[in-house]
């Protein structure tokens, strides 16, 4: 008995099957490993080392909400250690992370969420998204946001920026909690 030959469409469509299958299955085997962000992928010459968060946004000991910054239900904005804390109305902190603030920042203060914008461009071009404004200086306004695609760049040399970025999941976390009527925010040295 003779072979008998397949047409060549049917090598080309089970080619494809393959590969796609294939792909789905790296594409799934990619998931499930760590997401370096954008400022790890693209250093900048003028990025110190110690300028960004690490990827773990909770470390093992969290650091104590700062004495002098109120009671109740709040955000907490550290300037000096570049950190936020959500508190709850028991004065018990509920999250804690680290963030990478723009050129231009609040002065020390007590301030309440006066707006959000789910997504919008950042003044330096990024997607942002989760945005809540607080404050305002210099002309611009103030506001907790995260990239979209997980990134903080360095703000171009010479621009003024008002944004503090946060890594993706801390900034879901952070409207959540900051778009219930009058949160309040108080700003630390």
């Known amino acids: 008995m003779a072979a008998r030959l397949l047409p060549s469409w049917v090598w080309v469509t089970g080619l494809t099957a393959g590969a796609t299958v ?3 299955f790296l594409a799934l085997q990619a998931d499930k490993g760590p997401h370096p962000t954008a400022a790890a992928v693209r250093p900048s010459a003028s990025a110190s080392a110690g ?3 690490s990827a773990s946004p909770t470390p093992a000991k969290a650091p104590a909400v700062p004495a002098a910054s109120g009671t109740g239900r709040r955000v907490v904005y550290s300037l000096g250690a570049k950190r936020v804390w959500t508190v ?3 004065d018990k902190a ?3 992370f680290t963030v990478w603030p723009g050129t231009v920042s609040p002065d020390p203060g007590t301030y309440t969420i006066s707006g959000t914008l789910a997504s919008t461009t950042g003044s330096d071009g990024v ?3 989760h945005i809540l404004y607080f404050a305002s200086k210099s002309g611009l306004s103030i506001a907790f946001s995260n990239a ?3 990134s903080s760049p360095p703000p171009a040399a010479g621009k003024q920026t008002s944004g ?3 890594h993706k999941a801390d900034g879901a976390a952070l409207w959540t909690f900051g778009t219930e009527p009058d949160t309040k925010v108080t700003v630390v040295k």
Do not use: F, L, N
């Open 22 to 24: 294939a792909v789905v």
């Open 51 to 53: 300028a960004h968060p």
């Open 164 to 166: 503090i970025r946060m």
């Open 88 to 90: 709850d109305a028991a």
């Open 148 to 150: 979209v695609d997980g």
């Open 127 to 129: 997607q942002i998204e």
């Open 94 to 96: 509920t999250r804690t």
